[in-house]
């Protein structure tokens, strides 16, 4: 089955600045406010805002100045102002040289970096440098016209690592290239930038123990730290076709009207690309530092997803890239028959989206089998996990 999912689009998109957004909701996982984080308080951008007791999550600090509004388990809420508060100092930028590994990992996580991704076990490092899904079109423009930031992020990747080879996976017929990485051609078709889909056409096989895999916009957070020495603050995200570079907690609602989308009752905004991303219920949140998309999905262009039953047309066994049955295991998984998608290899579903997208009956495929994996205890790709 032919399915129409470039990943790639003809003309550079570059990176667009929003100027005189005038709040932020920069969002928590989990984290609590740091000492002094209060509302009312007034903050100078950069300013350490919450923090994490978790490695894999790198500290918050304030993405501009302001003074904070509220404070809830969700978010920070800033109101901004083009001057740092009375008094205050500007925060120095930090000296990542010279540092040891274990320094060097505490100092990025300080600094808002989650190391995690850089520092798995592996022989070789891939760098995921196709646009993830359709819908995302920012990979060409940061291969090309930030190089700098990508080579500030390599250098410290190649103290944290302990690979032996880097590769860089590219769409054919790309010019890009990074010092010291081999460049790995693939034909720019969706699943193809999903990790097990790429490590396959790398290795032939589907996952390898030897191989850890980065996405662009990882390795594009970390050189942001990297090449000014200052907290991570910023992130790139395409929005309808367009890419911008903004303040980590842009409102949502700020980024559609700077891409002029004028969201209509029944309309859908998904935050993540246009076969993983979730539906938003409010718009009222700001983007965090892994967002990649947001799409605007105007009402009735296409059919809602309903629990319809499975018409047995097969549709999704051939769409499927892992060789999975989905008409099964979304059986299994709607009527909460877990054993039998253990049977039917849940843990191998890659989160694709293609079964979803094929259905004729619109079955809410991906909903189910989320639903399974977080019973069964799977790691799901709601958090943006590679594999
Ligand atoms: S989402 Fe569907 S098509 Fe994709 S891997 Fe999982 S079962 Fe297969
Ligand atoms: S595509 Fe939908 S209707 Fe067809 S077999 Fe798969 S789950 Fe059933």
Redesign the pocket.
Same mark, same amino acid.
């Given at each position: 089955m032919k399915l129409p999912f470039i990943l790639t689009v003809p003309d550079k998109r570059p990176l667009e600045e929003l100027h005189g957004i005038t709040t932020l909701l920069v969002p928590l996982r989990g984290h609590t406010p740091a000492p002094g984080i209060k509302k009312r308080v007034a903050v100078a951008a950069n300013t350490l805002l919450a923090v994490h007791p978790d490695m894999s999550l790198g500290e918050i600090h304030a993405p501009c100045h302001g003074v904070i509004k509220d404070i809830t388990t969700r978010h920070i809420e800033i109101t901004c102002s083009e001057t740092p508060p009375e008094g205050s100092q500007p925060v120095a930028p930090v000296d990542l040289s010279g540092l040891d590994e274990q320094a060097l990992c505490s100092a990025l996580k300080e600094l808002g970096v989650s190391v995690r991704p850089f520092t798995r076990p592996c022989k070789t490092f891939v760098i995921n440098g196709l646009n993830p899904e359709p819908g995302m079109v920012y990979a060409e423009e940061v291969l090309s016209s930030h190089k700098e930031i990508l080579e500030a992020a390599l250098a410290l990747v190649k103290r944290l690592s302990p690979a032996t080879e880097y590769v860089l996976a590219l769409p054919a017929g790309s010019h890009s290239s990074l010092d010291g990485v081999r460049n790995h051609f693939v034909k720019p078709e969706y =699943?193809i930038s999903l990790a097990r889909p790429l490590i396959k056409s790398l290795t032939g096989k589907e996952s390898s123990a030897d191989i850890t895999m980065v996405r662009l916009h990882d390795l594009f957070g970390l050189g942001l730290v990297a090449s000014s020495g200052l907290p991570r603050t910023r992130t790139v995200l395409s929005v309808q076709g367009r890419n911008f570079l903004v303040p980590v907690g842009t409102p949502v609602q700020t980024l559609l009207d700077a891409a002029l989308v004028s969201v209509k009752p029944g309309d859908t905004v998904v935050l993540g690309g246009a076969m993983r991303g979730q539906a938003l219920s409010v718009l009222r949140r700001g983007i965090d530092k892994d967002s990649e998309a947001l799409l605007h999905i105007p009402a009735k262009s296409k059919p809602p997803l309903e629990d319809n039953p499975c018409i047995n047309c097969g549709a999704?066994i051939y769409?499927?890239?892992?060789r999975?049955r =989905?008409n099964m295991?979304?059986r299994y998984a709607e009527f909460e028959q877990y054993e039998g998608c253990t049977k039917e290899y849940l843990n191998?579903?890659?989160?694709?989206?293609?079964?979803?997208y094929v259905c004729p009956a619109c079955r809410p495929?991906?909903q189910y089998?989320r639903n399974a994996k977080k019973a069964l205890g799977i790691e799901t790709l709601q958090r943006r996990l590679p594999l």
């Amino acid at each position: 089955m032919k399915l129409p999912f470039i990943l790639t689009v003809p003309d550079k998109r570059p990176l667009e600045e929003l100027h005189g957004i005038t709040t932020l909701l920069v969002p928590l996982r989990g984290h609590t406010p740091a000492p002094g984080i209060k509302k009312r308080v007034a903050v100078a951008a950069n300013t350490l805002l919450a923090v994490h007791p978790d490695m894999s999550l790198g500290e918050i600090h304030a993405p501009c100045h302001g003074v904070i509004k509220d404070i809830t388990t969700r978010h920070i809420e800033i109101t901004c102002s083009e001057t740092p508060p009375e008094g205050s100092q500007p925060v120095a930028p930090v000296d990542l040289s010279g540092l040891d590994e274990q320094a060097l990992c505490s100092a990025l996580k300080e600094l808002g970096v989650s190391v995690r991704p850089f520092t798995r076990p592996c022989k070789t490092f891939v760098i995921n440098g196709l646009n993830p899904e359709p819908g995302m079109v920012y990979a060409e423009e940061v291969l090309s016209s930030h190089k700098e930031i990508l080579e500030a992020a390599l250098a410290l990747v190649k103290r944290l690592s302990p690979a032996t080879e880097y590769v860089l996976a590219l769409p054919a017929g790309s010019h890009s290239s990074l010092d010291g990485v081999r460049n790995h051609f693939v034909k720019p078709e969706y =699943p193809i930038s999903l990790a097990r889909p790429l490590i396959k056409s790398l290795t032939g096989k589907e996952s390898s123990a030897d191989i850890t895999m980065v996405r662009l916009h990882d390795l594009f957070g970390l050189g942001l730290v990297a090449s000014s020495g200052l907290p991570r603050t910023r992130t790139v995200l395409s929005v309808q076709g367009r890419n911008f570079l903004v303040p980590v907690g842009t409102p949502v609602q700020t980024l559609l009207d700077a891409a002029l989308v004028s969201v209509k009752p029944g309309d859908t905004v998904v935050l993540g690309g246009a076969m993983r991303g979730q539906a938003l219920s409010v718009l009222r949140r700001g983007i965090d530092k892994d967002s990649e998309a947001l799409l605007h999905i105007p009402a009735k262009s296409k059919p809602p997803l309903e629990d319809n039953p499975c018409i047995n047309c097969g549709a999704c066994i051939y769409a499927c890239p892992m060789r999975l049955r =989905p008409n099964m295991l979304s059986r299994y998984a709607e009527f909460e028959q877990y054993e039998g998608c253990t049977k039917e290899y849940l843990n191998r579903c890659i989160e694709c989206g293609l079964c979803g997208y094929v259905c004729p009956a619109c079955r809410p495929m991906q909903q189910y089998f989320r639903n399974a994996k977080k019973a069964l205890g799977i790691e799901t790709l709601q958090r943006r996990l590679p594999l």
